[in-house]
């Protein structure tokens, strides 16, 4: 496979993962070295151990060894757009710090934009975790295949290769509410899959808790789906239905069979599930109208303290 001339870009997310960043540079330096020329950034989220300086004394014997080190910990999806804000590779690979993206494979996937894949997703055949974890992701891939732009199937994560083509229009996209997995599919560039069996974790722990994989699910569905607005309208046809059903057969109770209901029962009843709904529905239209809020904020997605080997310009 002849590389040269290509400049291979690796963007690696870190939140306190002192003890794989090491393990992660000589792999990926065993696997690189002579065969392509690359760079790889490390985008410091907010580390509360001692990620940064471990990143800075590689940084200082490895001048292809990059660092982004933001103010705090802005989130997975932010610090993946920092860190490919500044790749300047003509290909870019995205994958976590904790060695469960293994990185030989990045060899394949490279193969796979040889042969003109302009995007290439990995899927975990196998996943090394709880029972409720593994089939709430796939439920939730499910539900967000059926509803949404997203297609590319269940179990593919952020462990990616994109030609700089797909980065170029990706940087067009400003949203504050980022799910890069949607935002790529959505751009419609060719693209393939490589499964691969997921290892476990060899150090620490996942920084990726219960609320934030929450929170990134939510970013999926209400950026890419426009269903929770439409449940709306679903729910409200439901409630006149059985509305009306109840209305004939207490009708035809009371006129054909003489029978005395107390209505105010049905009524109070009817009235709670009806609040129950308003406040459901008042909770989807404020998560929208919460996400336009940010948006016209113009935030910025990220802030950067400083950097290595880069220039934050």
């Known amino acids: 496979m002849d590389l040269k001339g290509t400049l291979l870009s690796i963007v690696i997310p870190v939140f306190n993962e002192e003890d794989n960043i090491t393990l992660i540079h000589k792999r990926l330096a065993e696997l690189l070295n002579g065969v392509i ?26 001048k292809n060894i990059k660092f982004i080190n933001l103010t705090r910990n802005f989130g997975h999806q932010a610090a993946l757009t920092a860190g490919m804000d500044f790749a300047a590779g003509d ?26 894949a302009l995007v290439v997703y990995t899927r975990r055949k196998q996943r090394h975790e709880s029972f409720l974890k593994k089939y709430s992701a796939r439920t939730y891939y499910s ?14 994560g952020d462990f990616r290769l994109i030609d700089k083509k797909v980065l170029a229009e990706l940087k067009k996209m400003h949203e504050k509410s980022r799910y890069l997995r949607g ?11 490589v499964d691969y069996d997921r290892p476990l974790r060899v150090h620490g722990k996942t920084g990726f ?29 439901l409630c006149i239905i059985v509305g009306l059903i109840f209305l004939g ?17 049905w009524l109070v009843i009817a009235l709670f599930l009806l609040l129950g709904f308003m406040f459901i529905l008042m909770w989807i ?12 904020k113009g935030r910025p997605i990220y802030v950067i303290l400083n950097t290595g080997n880069i220039n934050a310009e």
């Open 37 to 62: 020329q690359h760079e790889i950034i490390f985008v410091n989220d907010g580390s509360k151990d001692n990620s940064l300086s471990v990143i800075k004394d590689i940084s200082v014997t490895s």
């Open 91 to 116: 290909i870019v690979v995205t994958m976590d710090c904790d060695m469960q993206d293994p990185p030989e494979l990045i060899l394949k996937m490279i193969e796979k934009w040889k042969e003109g």
């Open 143 to 156: 539900v967000l295949r059926s509803v949404s732009e997203f297609n590319e199937g269940e179990d593919i």
């Open 183 to 193: 935002m790529i599919s959505w751009l419609g560039f060719n693209y393939v899959v």
């Open 209 to 237: 808790s219960l609320v934030k994989m929450i929170r990134l699910a939510m970013d999926g569905i209400l950026s890419f789906s426009l269903l929770p607005l439409q449940l709306g309208f679903v729910i409200g046809v």
């Open 249 to 265: 057969y207490i009708s035809y109770d009371a006129l054909i069979n003489h029978v005395d209901y107390p209505l105010y029962k």
């Open 285 to 296: 239209v404020a998560e929208y109208i919460g996400r336009i809020f940010n948006e016209t």
